[in-house]
């Protein structure tokens, strides 16, 4: 398994991995399939500029994750992975690389956002570091 880091250029990979999970999983993002369907290419492009996006490629996209800058820090977004490749340990590589770049990039502070009942994704973020935020659902690592 290999992580790439998506160019503006690559938009419709993005795109493509995007629309399946919010196909697959509708309930775990904050848009909807029917939203993003009416993108144009300018506007994947420009999602694309800022912070990280990343997929996780097992031959194809298996799995994908975002980070955005915020006033007070980065901003995890959009995980997710692909049934047949969840437990493998892709989200982990993802949300480790993601980790990475924030540090590279100057970033003291991560958080996201989890539902509560999202348990797999809950334990994952806590064995990387990842405590409960002040926020509800929301976690937050802090940079040594």
């Known amino acids: 398994?290999?992580?790439?880091?998506?160019?503006?250029?690559?938009?419709?990979?993005?795109?493509?991995?995007?629309l399946e999970a919010l196909a697959t999983d509708p309930d775990e993002f904050g848009s909807t399939l029917a939203r993003e369907?009416?993108?144009?290419?300018?506007?994947?492009?420009?999602?694309?500029v800022d912070g990280v996006k990343l997929v996780a490629l097992d031959g194809e996209p298996v799995g994908m994750v975002a980070g955005t800058p915020e006033p007070h820090g980065l901003y995890?977004?959009?995980?997710?992975?692909?049934?047949s490749h969840r437990g493998r340990g892709v989200g982990?590589?993802?949300?480790?690389?993601?980790?990475?770049?924030?540090?590279a990039a100057g970033w003291r502070l991560v958080?996201?956002?989890?539902?509560?009942?999202?348990?797999?994704?809950?334990?994952?973020?806590?064995?990387?570091?990842?405590?409960?935020?002040?926020e509800a659902e929301h976690m937050e690592f802090l940079m040594s």
Request: glycine content about 2%; cysteine-free.
């Open 1 to 18: 398994m290999q992580i790439h880091q998506v160019t503006p250029d690559e938009w419709r990979l993005w795109r493509d991995i995007r």
């Open 37 to 48: 369907e009416e993108y144009s290419e300018p506007d994947w492009r420009n999602g694309l």
């Open 76 to 83: 995890l977004y959009s995980m997710w992975v692909r049934d």
């Open 92 to 103: 982990e590589a993802l949300v480790r690389e993601v980790l990475a770049w924030a540090s």
């Open 111 to 134: 958080r996201l956002r989890v539902w509560d009942d999202n348990l797999p994704a809950r334990r994952l973020y806590e064995r990387l570091g990842f405590v409960d935020s002040f």
